[in-house]
């Protein structure tokens, strides 16, 4: 880790503040609250729930790597609407918490975390929220995968699992994924589907599935 650590010249993360933000759902009010994103679970249930390293992404790297398992990164603007609608609506949806053990988990505000401020600006990312999903290396920071932009629990899941497998990151202790109903009213108030997404406002009704 110290190679990594050394090329990127990241410090300890910043110590993550709660801040008070907008959250502004697409052709919907604006919604005052805290970031989402710390008010989720940090205790992992293998298949069930995920635990989020939030704003502690050089922890997630260092368990990652000693773990040999993929690190997904939610980068993310804590103003950022689409940011905080993934983590209300979609973080904690059954079909993403099936990958609770495959791989580690994480959050990062590069205005909160040094670590991921770096992270970020060595990716060269320009949107948020972006998801990434990076190698469980110590000699450099290599990127297998990327979802930029708004996605619903059940397509993002699809993705990561299949970068996850293809690149050869799936750890054989991951529970095998149970059948989930797929249709939106089966998790009213979550976009755990594309329909759910649409009905809840967050993206507009013509907009296409991933």
């Not at 040999?68 to 993310?76: K, P, S």
């Not at 401020?117 to 190698?135: C, E, G, Q």
């Amino acid at each position: 880790m110290n190679t990594l650590i050394s090329k990127l010249g990241a410090r300890r993360p910043l110590a993550a503040a709660a801040a008070a933000v907008t959250l502004a759902l697409a052709g919907g009010p604006a919604v005052a609250g805290t970031d989402a994103f710390e008010q989720l679970p940090t205790q992992e249930i293998l298949g069930r729930q995920i635990g989020w390293y939030v704003n502690n992404t050089l922890d997630a790297m260092t368990a990652a790597v000693e773990s040999n398992r993929a690190l997904v990164i939610v980068f993310g603007d804590d103003t950022s609407s689409f940011t905080q609608a993934f983590a209300r609506y979609v973080a904690s949806c059954p079909q993403l918490g099936q990958l609770a053990g495959a791989a580690v988990f994480a959050y990062g505000s590069p205005t909160k975390d040094e670590f991921a401020r770096r992270m970020a600006l060595h990716l060269k990312l320009t949107d948020y929220p972006t998801i990434s999903v990076i190698a469980p290396r110590t000699d450099k920071l290599t990127e297998v995968h990327r979802l930029e932009g708004f996605f619903d629990a059940q397509s993002a899941a699809r993705f990561l699992r299949g970068a996850i497998v293809a690149k050869g990151f799936w750890p054989a202790s991951a529970a095998a994924p149970k059948p989930l109903p797929g249709h939106y009213l089966a998790y009213p108030g979550m976009a755990c589907t594309w329909e759910g997404a649409r009905r809840l406002g967050i993206v507009r009704a013509d907009t296409p599935a991933p």
